[in-house]
Structure formats: C-alpha cells, structure tokens
C-alpha cells in the first residue's frame, strides 16, 4: 500500500533477459502487486521471471514456495473474459502474476493486458514500467503522489523538461520524441505536455474503467493514445520531471515506421476527440474553427497549385486567382490558430506540472 491506495505494476516484457529479473527484483515494497507480461519473448524471458518472482517472494514473505506457477482457475474455461481471450494469466508467485500471451501484441498490447488484469484485481492505481531496466524505480512515489493526492488522474515521465535530463536521451530519439510531442500536444490537448512516449506512468482505477481499456491502441503509441482518451473524458494530466537510465538494451523499435504509424493515429484520435468532447458530449465553436481552417487550407493550397500549372502548362492568366487562394490559405491557418487558442484555454485546468 502507498498512503492507503493499492498499488499495481504492469511491466511489459519483450526478449528482455538480463534486465527483467532486475526490474523485478527491484520493486518497492509498497508495491502489492506486479503484473510481469511476456509478450511471447523468443529469449530467456520467461524463465527470468519465474526466477525474479521467486527470489521477490523469498525476500519479502516465509511461507512454503510453490515448483512453478500455476495457472488461474478464470482463464482455464478457453476464454470467458477479455483478458482470458488474450493470455494465459498464472496464480500469483509473492506478489508477481506472470502472464504469457498467446502471440505477440506489441508493448501497446502488454500494456493493455496488464491494465486489464489491475482492473480485475480492483487496485487503486496501476504503474506502468518498461522491463528493460531504463526507469529509476525510486522516482515511482513522485509519479504516485499526484494521482494518489487527487491533483491528477493519470501522471507521466517528461524527460525532456530539464536540459540535463534532454542531454542523456540519443539524438534520433530525442528528434523522433520532438515530432511526436508536437502532434500529440495538437491531437491530444494538452499542450503543456511534453515527452508523451514515456512509458513511466500512473494511472487511477476511475480512468482505467473511463478510457476503455479494451479499445486501447496496441502499437508503440499506447501513450499518446491513452492521453487523447483522457482529454475526452476530461481527466487531469501531471507531467512530472524525470531522467532516465540508458544502458545496453537495445529498441526493437523501427523508427520511420513507429513515426508514420503513430501519426496516422494521432491524426484519426484527433478528429475523434473534436467530435467526442466539444460536439457531442458538450458544444463548442473550436471544433468548427478547426474543421473550416483545415478545408480552406486545403482548399487554397489546392487552388495555387492549379494556378501554377495553368500559368505554364496552358497559358492561363493566374495572378489574381494565385493571390485569391492564398487569402484563402492565411483565412484557414488565422482559424486554426483560433481554434488551437481555444483548446489550449480549455485544457488549461488538466494539465499539473510536477517539478523537482
């Protein structure tokens, strides 16, 4: 327990041997309870695990050890239950519950099975922690006391607030993270935000059972996902301040494909949440000024590429319908910028920032 709130751990685990045994064993021991999931790892994760899980037990608790996880009684029915349909869920060892997919989702997807084992264990908030070691599991009470205090529902890692926390992170994903945080700021509404690909995070139960854990994104962008959700559902955001440790793991991530995808989503996410919040859950004109900015730039800039082409191609006058279509361009960009001013006013309770 952490000031009278149960906590739970989701850690996602891909081909993590050497590093997941160590996360493990290295959990607070306020922690009640950790959620170990081995996305169908094709290295010594598993047996990593049974072994943490084993040695975490003897360290915290006497009574007499189980040989091997066994598994639960609620997922031996062939799949009554939407965590039971994607994995095989074992009887707890100690405080750690292993759990095995039946195929390979993505950390989105790990993510998403562990969220839904924490709600059906009733736990108060759920932590999540990346199973390659690079989070400092002592900074979790500073992700914990917004979300346990009630200043926020859900609180993230931001790597990038101070410059000598930017400094530590790789260039090509510092570059990569400063795309996606600029879209996810547009997408999500919370342009206080930074660093959205931090897998650092806490979450309260009242969020998870809100968010629809089941719709969750299963790719790499889970975390932008989840925060387009929350603004949705009017939910308080904290962006605490937080390094993070780079070792020897190495990213099974492929860069240019996790950018492309991610910003197809966060595009789809963003129309989803004009609609959702300010058109049908309640009414606001930013929704109108975004949709009317968008169709005249496009509009516009279609309109000047017309213009070009006739001007060379068949000798058409162009001059005064060049100039036309671009009042039509900087009318749609003075409406997106209204709208996002707009947005950015209305997001403004839901958005704390947690300094050192």
Not at 233 to 244: E, L, Q, S
């Amino acid at each position: 327990m952490y000031r009278d709130h149960s906590i739970g751990v989701v850690v996602p685990a891909y081909d993590e041997a050497g590093f997941i045994g160590d996360v493990i064993r290295g959990m607070p021991a306020y922690v009640d309870s950790i959620f170990v999931v081995d996305d169908c790892s094709t290295d010594g994760t598993w047996d990593e695990i049974l072994e943490a899980a084993r040695a975490d037990e003897r360290s915290g608790d006497d009574s007499p050890q189980r040989d091997d996880a066994v598994e639960r009684r609620l997922v031996t029915d062939g799949g009554s239950c939407p965590l039971a349909r994607r994995a095989t869920v074992h009887d707890p060892i100690g405080r750690v519950t292993p759990i095995q997919h039946r195929e390979n989702l993505g950390a989105g997807g790990a993510i998403k099975t562990g969220y839904l084992a924490a709600l059906e264990d009733g736990l108060d908030v759920a932590v999540t922690v990346d199973g390659d070691g690079q989070m400092d599991l002592s900074q979790m009470p500073r992700l914990l006391d917004p979300v346990v205090g009630g200043d926020a529902d859900y609180a993230k890692g931001n790597r990038l607030l101070y410059r000598e926390y930017r400094k530590s992170m790789p260039k090509f994903r510092f570059f990569g993270n400063a795309i996606l945080t600029v879209l996810t700021k547009i997408a999500s509404g919370y342009w206080k935000m930074m660093d959205p690909q931090n897998g650092y995070t806490a979450i309260s139960r009242e969020s998870l059972e809100a968010i629809d854990v089941e719709g969750l994104y299963e790719y790499y962008g889970y975390c932008n996902d989840i925060l387009v959700k929350l603004n949705a559902n009017g939910m308080r955001v904290a962006d605490v301040a937080m390094p993070a440790v780079y070792g020897d793991e190495e990213s099974s991530i492929t860069y240019t494909k996790y950018v492309r995808n991610v910003s197809v989503m966060l595009l789809r996410n963003f129309l989803w949440r004009l609609k959702t919040r300010y058109l049908v859950m309640d009414f606001h004109p930013l929704a109108l000024f975004y949709l009317f900015g968008a169709g005249t730039i496009g509009v516009g800039t279609l309109g000047s590429a017309w213009s070009f082409y006739a001007a060379f191609a068949l000798d058409d006058p162009w001059f005064v319908r060049f100039v036309s279509c671009l009042l039509l361009v900087s009318v749609g960009i003075v409406s997106t910028l209204l709208a996002m001013t707009f947005d950015v006013k209305e997001n403004e309770s839901y958005e704390v920032t947690v300094f050192e």
